[in-house]
């Protein structure tokens, strides 16, 4: 059993299954099989959590924080899969533990992230023994499956004016500023940063928006939704 210290915070390996609401009315043998052995870490933001490529020893689950999950192009595009939060455990470990296949994507803790890792062998035991279990484990990989099928239809399917448009209004805040840089955008639609920053100097022409370093004001939302 770990401990995970952080402030006033202590999370244990009994704790953790109190953080998932399907898994609190888990039997005490299912709770042993989970608890046994888990890992409980705490991530700090930035924080390489797997790596496409790497061998899957580990079911994850996030207990707190938020990390996503992405892949790379060769020429270093990224695109975000999905994001993981607290409460949430992650498809693709799901996959690669029931194939035996090595991580298909990178994960990357964006704040300070409590991960909880079950070991592979303690993960299989579980999953063929408590329903409660594998409720979460399929719920879990349904969930990020359905994502992932949303995105490939956007990417695919929508125009990036559209899909920009879309994200600045649910990027900005209380005052319509967006605090994030071209490449962070880019990230988030899976595109390139020219192609990002030429769209958004178009809707600066337009009058949507203001761009300035390191940041974004949008001026006319009602345009930008118009757009969609």
Not at 28 to 55: H, M, N, W, Y
Not at 189 to 198: D, T, W
Request: aromatic share 6%; with cysteine.
């Amino acid at each position: 059993m770990s401990q995970a210290h952080n402030g006033s915070n202590t999370f244990n390996g009994d704790d953790w299954v109190e953080g998932f609401p399907i898994l609190q009315n888990i039997d005490s043998v299912a709770r042993d099989i989970l608890t046994e052995s888990s890992k409980i870490d705490i991530k700090p933001p930035g924080t390489i959590i797997f790596s496409e490529g790497q061998p899957c020893q580990f079911f994850l689950l996030v207990l707190k924080g938020t990390s996503r999950v992405h892949v790379k192009s060769v020429d270093g595009n990224e695109i975000i899969l999905y994001r993981i939060k607290g409460g949430e455990a992650c498809g693709l470990t799901i996959s690669s533990l029931l194939a035996g296949s090595p991580c298909q994507a990178n994960a990357l803790a964006e704040t300070e992230t409590v991960v909880v890792s079950v070991p592979r062998e303690n993960f299989k035991r579980a999953l063929s023994t408590c329903d409660q279990f594998s409720r979460l484990v399929f719920s879990s990989l349904d969930q990020n499956v359905n994502q992932i099928v949303s995105l490939v239809g956007d990417t695919i399917f929508r125009r990036l004016d559209k899909r920009l448009a879309q994200r600045l209004l649910v990027m900005h805040d209380g005052d319509g500023f967006i605090h994030a840089t071209h490449d962070d955008i880019a990230t988030e639609l899976g595109s390139a940063r020219e192609v990002i920053s030429r769209q958004l100097k178009q809707f600066e022409k337009q009058g949507y928006i203001r761009l300035f370093r390191g940041r974004i004001h949008v001026v006319n939302g009602s345009g930008l939704k118009r757009m969609i």
